[in-house]
């Protein structure tokens, strides 16, 4: 017999580093999000979510630095980011490590993005297109802390 599910709790980073921090802060809210590129292609469609108090989750493979923040750019000026409680920015794989430049262009866009936001924002969270990564429970509640810098999953994912 199967016992009642429960929520996972923290979420550490799988290679023992920290998670860099963008912005302070602490907030929870419904986990919503996923690729990048994706989310940006249903703005304007009925396939959007709310994400009213939501935490925002995002990674990406393969996109050039200019083209993340484009999407970025899209998603605030739709009124996104006004909106969520809180991002995570999971890996930006084949965007982060071509080049040394790429990766720092990457970091810079990133930080432009959250660095003054006013709610938590971690970054390399070990989520995207990458080998050893965490699978997200969209739609469940988490809390988003930046000290020290972790992600909890605060319900089941399953019922």
């Known amino acids: 017999m199967l016992g009642e599910a429960q929520a996972f709790g923290?979420?550490?980073?799988?290679?023992?580093?920290?998670?860099?921090?963008?912005?302070?802060?602490?907030?929870?809210?419904?986990?919503?999000?996923?690729?990048?590129?994706?989310?940006?292609?249903?703005?304007?469609?009925?396939?959007?979510?709310?994400?009213?108090?939501?935490?925002?989750?995002?990674?990406?493979?393969?996109?050039a630095p200019m083209r993340i923040d484009r999407c970025l750019a899209q998603l605030r000026n739709a009124g996104i980011l006004t909106q969520v409680n809180g991002v995570i920015c999971g890996r930006f794989a084949d965007s982060e490590n071509e080049e040394e430049r790429a990766g720092r262009w990457l970091q810079q866009t990133l930080e432009d993005y959250f660095s003054e936001f006013g709610k938590p924002v971690l970054n390399k969270f070990d989520y995207g297109h990458i080998g050893r990564k965490y699978t997200m429970p969209i739609g469940v509640n988490v809390r988003v802390t930046s000290s020290p810098a972790k992600v909890e999953i605060l319900e089941a994912a399953v019922r």
């Open 10 to 63: 923290e979420m550490r980073p799988l290679k023992g580093k920290k998670y860099p921090v963008l912005c302070a802060g602490e907030n929870s809210g419904c986990l919503l999000g996923g690729c990048l590129a994706l989310i940006n292609s249903s703005l304007g469609t009925d396939f959007l979510p709310d994400f009213s108090g939501s935490i925002l989750l995002i990674e990406d493979i393969d996109e």
